[in-house]
């Protein structure tokens, strides 16, 4: 943290104390990423449908955020997410600063910058993005995304409307043309990439492999927060969405 010479990582300086939240489609990613990363005093993993309701994302985020700061322990609260639908703008710091990735959501931290998951979605718009995380959840298209759909509407609607909503979400990924699958090196990538590749072939898409860049979410994880790639979130301020290339950025609340 380039404001306190205390934090962070450099020649002079030592590891924060860290709580961190992060969204279950990092899980594997963490588990690689953070060996050794005893500063790491507190973790919490959260539900990936959280990303369906951006104001129970904020909630339930929230609530750990003040569980944490009352930890006396705690230095900083570092968050593996990115503005996921604005579900975490309006996140407010307490005691301890809040750090977050300049990023849109996830697959910024897989590519490991904004600039370069810019470039890949300018090269190829039709790109539709998996990951282990998402493959796990289901929650990428392909067959047994369908099937999990048709259940999850049968439970709510008759069966005119199920078949109408499907057709919707085949509609919608009617428009992509390529499966586009990042992977950080974990144990379970070439599992992962088997399904991904399944779902391609099932839709009529082509393929592509890519093994993403680690440094984003390492430097998230060590402490290395640089302005440019993280917003830091003071005590008594409130994460904010900024709409320009920052993503982020930080309001002061009243006293």
């Not at 996830?106 to 998996?130: H, I, L, N, W």
């Not at 759909?149 to 390529?178: C, M, P, S, Y």
Request: charged share 25%; glycine share 8%; aromatic share 8%.
């Amino acid at each position: 943290m380039n404001t306190d010479n205390t934090l962070g990582v450099g020649s002079e300086q030592r590891l924060p104390k860290i709580a961190l939240l992060a969204c279950s489609v990092f899980e594997s990613e963490i588990a690689l990423h953070a060996v050794g990363a005893e500063h790491i005093v507190a973790r919490r993993m959260f539900d990936i449908g959280l990303h369906d309701r951006p104001e129970m994302m904020r909630k339930t985020l929230q609530a750990a955020v003040d569980e944490l700061d009352r930890e006396p322990g705690v230095e900083a609260i570092v968050l593996a997410y990115g503005l996921c639908g604005r579900g975490t703008a309006g996140l407010r710091a307490g005691r301890q600063p809040l750090v977050i990735t300049r990023a849109h959501d996830c697959f910024t931290v897989f590519m490991g910058s904004k600039e370069e998951y810019a470039r890949r979605q300018a090269a190829c718009p039709d790109c539709y993005y998996y990951s282990p995380g998402w493959n796990r959840a289901r929650r990428v298209p392909g067959p047994e995304r369908l099937e999990a759909l048709r259940v999850e509407l049968a439970a709510r609607f008759d069966e005119d409307q199920v078949e109408f909503l499907i057709e919707n979400e085949k509609a919608l990924w009617a428009v992509r043309g390529h499966a586009l699958f990042v992977d950080l090196g974990t144990e379970d990538a070439a599992a992962e990439a088997k399904y991904a590749r399944g779902c391609a072939d099932g839709l009529g898409w082509t393929f592509e492999h890519l093994r993403g860049d680690p440094k984003l979410l390492h430097d998230l994880l060590w402490g290395a927060w640089d302005d440019a790639r993280f917003q830091v979130v003071p005590p008594g301020h409130t994460l904010a969405h900024a709409v320009n290339d920052a993503i982020f950025k930080t309001e002061k609340r009243d006293a």
